[in-house]
């Protein structure tokens, strides 16, 4: 697989990398442990080297799994994980039942944090290290100056911000350069159109788009009669009503006919635009199945023509998305 670097931090990794949270957390029950171990080393074996992983998938066994699978691979990947909540019984680091998780990017914890990830990655340093959402009772750059020591200390490569706002990353990057933001980011989902790119340019910072395929909507495999467990969270979100699903199918509709025409699927050519975007944009698909592993590697080879990308505007400029990505409470903690 092609490789990126992600701005002008010279942490290069596959166009593709692999977010690792539905093997443990929020799509229902955590997986088999044996079959997401063969799927990560398999991945790997695929031409994968960037996984995305944090401390409240689970919380901790999403680190742990992949800790445990690639520790053998190790010196052939890079690994991102986050910091940013207390984590404590009783509550839901998604905060779709029970009380929300605090924020908490105070230095001790920050700190305190990596010692765990460390642990559970069996590693000696973390790539990438994000803060998972924007802390207001923490200075950003109190937050910055703490992986800042952690970067001198070895324990840490690379800085990075998820969900922020653009006047807290340019203030974060001028204590300790951001390698990348990590923001959701689609066909489905085109905020960061609205500054953000034009920012993460300027500063030559690398952008990391989580959900690039809508939470699996764009595959083209759901429709009004779609149910989801209630242990899945996407039950709790506006976008996933049987409403809001038969609304938006116009946009599967579309990457269905450009996928017909260059004999490939509504998922590749989802992560195809994304990297065609810019070239310091990697997507981060999940997945649990080896088939769908194999269709998201294969988006790398796939090439959007300048007409093609404009065909796909021009349809898209005429599509309206039907419901909220998240409920309010969520929404509240992106863009500060």
Not at 183 to 199: A, D, I, K, M
Not at 229 to 258: M, Y
Not at 305 to 311: A, H, K, Y
Request: one cysteine or more; proline letters at 6%; a negative charge.
């Amino acid at each position: 697989m092609q490789k990126r670097i992600l701005g002008k931090s010279g942490l290069e990794v596959s166009a593709i990398g692999l977010g690792c949270m539905g093997m443990s957390f929020s799509y229902g029950p955590p997986k088999d442990k044996k079959e997401m171990v063969t799927l990560l080393r398999t991945s790997v074996e695929r031409g994968i080297t960037f996984f995305d992983t944090a401390e409240v998938y689970g919380p901790y066994i999403n680190e742990e799994l992949v800790g445990e699978a690639l520790a053998p691979l190790r010196d052939q990947v890079a690994i991102a994980t986050k910091f940013g909540f207390n984590i404590n019984p009783g509550n839901d680091p998604r905060g779709m039942t029970g009380s929300m998780p605090a924020l908490n990017s105070r230095p001790e914890h920050i700190k305190a944090v990596a010692e765990a990830s460390l642990k559970r990655l069996k590693t000696d340093v973390i790539d990438l290290f994000y803060q998972h959402r924007v802390d207001p009772d923490v200075p950003i750059e109190d937050v910055a100056a703490a992986v800042k020591e952690l970067i001198q200390e070895g324990k840490v490569k690379h800085f990075g911000l998820s969900e922020a706002g653009i006047e807290t990353i340019r203030r974060a990057h001028a204590v300790q350069p951001v390698a990348c933001v990590q923001n959701e980011y689609s066909l489905w989902f085109r905020r960061p159109e609205e500054g953000l790119l034009q920012t993460l340019e300027e500063l030559g910072i690398g952008l990391v788009p989580y959900s690039p395929l809508g939470k699996g909507f764009l595959t083209g495999t759901m429709g009004a009669a779609t149910t989801f467990d209630s242990t899945d969270f996407r039950s709790s979100l506006p976008r996933f009503t049987p409403e809001a699903l038969q609304a938006n199918q116009a946009v599967v509709e579309l990457l269905g006919n450009i996928a017909a025409r260059k004999k490939a699927t509504p998922a590749q050519i989802a992560l195809a635009w994304l990297l065609a975007q810019k070239p310091w944009i990697v997507p981060i698909p999940g997945t649990t199945k080896l088939d769908r592993l194999g269709e998201n590697i294969g988006a790398a080879a796939i090439e959007l023509t300048v007409d093609d990308l404009g065909e796909i505007e021009k349809a898209a400029a005429q599509i309206t998305v039907h419901g909220n990505r998240y409920p309010d409470r969520l929404e509240q903690m992106t863009g500060r």
